[in-house]
């Protein structure tokens, strides 16, 4: 069940990933540890946010934080992700106040752990996001370029979502910047 709400989250049938992952967890919490138990709660809040039910997902992903810690005690992979996860939450939900110390404190713990860069780079976007939605654009546009320098480091310069994606977000400072000549080049390259 677990993975097949892992499967069905890819493919985008969120509803049916949603069905799959609560059921995961009702069987989980009878007869999972509480660490397998705390995955499927998790894959439940991801599917909540997902479909943009957030008001709904964020006691979800602060009741996966709380097990978890519980569970690991300290630093943890587990935990950085959900902490991530819950500040994207806040950050869809407008709370930009309460998202970026939890951002901040997930890329914190991912690099202490020396999670892969593939997801201290998730994490590091995020923090960039709300850095331009606060229009701090020397912030975002610093972190957005080293998450473009990760990406490519990980998937090379041509070819990954993921770095077109950055090469985007570089380009979107560029932009606010008026500095058209330089995100032209970007864009291009991204699409």
């Given at each position: 069940?677990?993975?097949?709400?892992?499967?069905?989250?890819?493919?985008g049938r969120?509803?049916?990933?949603?069905?799959?992952?609560?059921?995961?967890?009702?069987?989980?919490?009878?007869?999972?540890?509480?660490?397998?138990?705390?995955?499927?709660?998790?894959?439940?809040?991801?599917?909540?946010?997902?479909?943009?039910?957030?008001?709904?997902?964020?006691?979800?992903?602060?009741?996966?934080?709380?097990?978890?810690?519980?569970?690991?005690?300290?630093?943890?992979?587990?935990?950085?992700?959900?902490?991530?996860?819950?500040?994207?939450?806040?950050?869809?939900?407008?709370?930009?106040?309460?998202?970026?110390?939890?951002?901040?404190?997930?890329?914190?713990?991912?690099?202490?752990?020396?999670?892969?860069?593939?997801?201290?780079?998730q994490t590091?976007?995020?923090?960039?996001?709300?850095?331009?939605?606060?229009?701090?654009?020397?912030r975002a546009?610093?972190?957005?370029?080293?998450?473009?320098?990760?990406?490519?480091?990980?998937?090379?310069?041509?070819?990954?979502?993921?770095?077109?994606?950055?090469?985007?977000?570089?380009?979107?400072?560029?932009?606010?910047?008026?500095?058209?000549?330089?995100?032209?080049?970007?864009?291009?390259?991204?699409?």
């Open positions: 069940l677990l993975l097949m709400g892992i499967v069905t989250h890819d493919q969120l509803e049916s990933s949603l069905d799959l992952s609560r059921r995961a967890e009702v069987l989980l919490r009878r007869v999972g540890s509480p660490e397998r138990h705390a995955r499927a709660l998790g894959d439940v809040a991801i599917s909540l946010n997902a479909l943009r039910r957030r008001s709904e997902a964020e006691p979800v992903f602060r009741e996966v934080l709380a097990l978890q810690r519980r569970v690991h005690g300290a630093d943890h992979g587990d935990i950085a992700w959900t902490l991530n996860n819950l500040a994207w939450c806040l950050h869809a939900m407008g709370r930009l106040d309460e998202a970026q110390p939890l951002y901040e404190e997930a890329l914190a713990m991912q690099l202490r752990l020396g999670v892969a860069v593939a997801e201290t780079a590091r976007n995020n923090l960039a996001g709300v850095y331009f939605d606060r229009g701090d654009l020397e546009g610093r972190e957005w370029a080293a998450v473009l320098e990760q990406y490519e480091g990980v998937f090379g310069k041509g070819g990954h979502a993921a770095v077109a994606r950055s090469l985007n977000m570089v380009a979107l400072v560029a932009i606010e910047r008026g500095r058209y000549g330089e995100a032209d080049p970007l864009t291009a390259e991204a699409l």
